[in-house]
């Protein structure tokens, strides 16, 4: 299985993270060259060569405007990528910089409605466009719940708006390129201390950074600074398919995301791509007899059931006591999700008890990619491992071009098929 494993012992940043993942591509120059012509209003981004305590690495950055944000601006990564919404006017000052600073430029805010906007007019694929928009919703709601006010009244600084922008979409570009099929990330260090800010004197981590990570582990140390940004935690906590050490691999690449700033541990975001095994999942099997529920009941339970985590839900005719017809109904779940399925068919079935069995469950490694036709782009799945492979093409896309053009979807397969596509 392609697994990419992400070590944040010295924290996490957008621009540290697409360092990294950079240096994983075989030609990082062509994907540079791809962020810049992606025409991000105002934007220019580079690469250039960084070392830290001895190890040679990336380092990004990144001019609004031809003007390029400082370390004496913005300490510890040489980024604002903080996009904390304000709710009043803030006479030039950043909430949650490390260092309060004047800006020679006009200040203007974008609300969430306005970034979803820059967002659509850039050339992306569809998933890369959704992935940006959930990142950046993870940071809109954790800046809602810090100030206390609805989403819609969040509102991102110009400069800082921008060069968040690249950010986002050159990890969820990037990340869509490498296509892994598990994303590994370590325990993320948070930095400790405070940092002082336009609302005065803040904790590290900054509230909107704290919320981002709630349920992840995360550690202080003796570092003093803010070494996560909500932008770096909004990216793993979107990306990371689970949090912990890093698995048995054999690594294929290797990067070094750097920050700009000098500690005695390495400043950076190592990424390492590689192959796990085969994968193989622990799962529950939670069942239950039931003989006096109608056809309809047992229809929305099965709904309410995938809607609570459920992977599978199946139902079987069975005879029970007194010679009654009734149905079991099987649902497979992973440990975590046990608890709300148990609930979920305590109060959606007439079932009294339930039965629980462990389960081991062997599965193909999954992706999905999209391939680009004359009728816009189609997902494909691909399933991979125990010597095969397999692809099919998402219902939905088909069934798309079949309504549009009138036509079967064996025929849209077909066309596809003639001209090359797929």
């Keep these: 299985m392609k697994t990419l494993y992400l070590d944040c012992g010295m924290g996490a940043a957008g621009d540290m993270l697409t360092a990294a993942l950079i240096e994983l591509l075989p030609n990082p120059d062509e994907f540079i060259e791809k962020l810049n012509t992606l025409s991000i209003p105002g934007v220019q981004i580079k690469k250039e060569t960084a070392v830290k305590c001895g190890i040679t690495g990336t380092h990004i950055s990144v001019t609004v405007h031809g003007v390029g944000e400082s370390e004496e601006m913005y300490g510890h990564h040489n980024k604002h990528e903080h996009n904390h919404g304000h709710e009043h006017e803030h006479k030039h000052n ?94 993320v260090h948070v930095g400790s201390g405070h940092v002082k800010c336009a609302h005065g004197v803040l904790p590290v981590p900054a509230p909107a950074t704290a919320h981002i990570l709630k349920d992840v582990p995360i550690y202080g140390g003796d570092i003093k600074g803010e070494l996560c940004t909500p932008t770096g935690a909004a990216l793993l906590k979107h990306f990371a398919t689970r949090f912990g050490a890093m698995p048995v691999m054999k690594t294929q690449a290797i990067g070094y995301g750097m920050g700009k700033k000098d500690f005695e541990t390495a400043n950076c975001v190592r990424a390492m791509l590689g192959e796990t095994a085969d994968k193989t999942d622990v799962m529950l099997e939670l069942s239950c007899n039931v003989d006096d529920m ?65 389960t081991h469950r062997y599965v193909l490694n999954r992706s999905m990619e999209t391939v680009q036709t004359p009728y816009g782009e189609v997902r ?4 991979s491992g125990y010597g095969v492979l397999r692809m099919k093409y998402e219902y939905d896309d088909l069934s798309r071009i079949a309504k549009e053009q009138n036509i079967s979807l064996d025929e849209v397969k077909k066309r596809l098929e003639s001209d090359g596509t797929i």
Excluded: W
Aim: hydrophobic share 40%; with cysteine; proline share 4%.
């Design 294 to 358: 109608t056809a309809e009941a047992i229809g929305f339970a099965t709904e309410r059931l995938f809607e609570g985590g459920a992977h599978e839900v199946y139902t079987i005719p069975i005879g029970m006591k007194k010679s009654r017809p009734g149905t079991l109904i099987r649902v497979i779940c992973k440990e975590q999700d046990k608890e709300n399925i148990l609930h979920l068919l305590f109060q959606h079935t007439t079932t009294i008890g339930v039965r629980e069995a462990v």
């Design 380 to 383: 494909r799945k691909i399933s």
């Design 94 to 187: 950043h909430a949650h910089d490390t260092h309060q600073h004047e800006h020679n430029h006009a200040h203007h805010h974008s609300s969430m409605h306005e970034i979803e906007h820059i967002i659509s007019d850039l050339k992306l694929p569809k998933k890369v466009q959704e992935d940006v928009l959930a990142v950046y919703g993870l940071i809109a709601e954790a800046e809602s719940h810090a100030h206390g006010v609805p989403v819609t009244e969040i509102h991102f600084h110009e400069v800082g708006t921008m060069d968040a922008v690249a950010d986002v979409t050159a990890v969820c570009l990037l990340m869509n390129e490498l296509s892994p099929d598990e994303v590994v990330v370590s325990p």
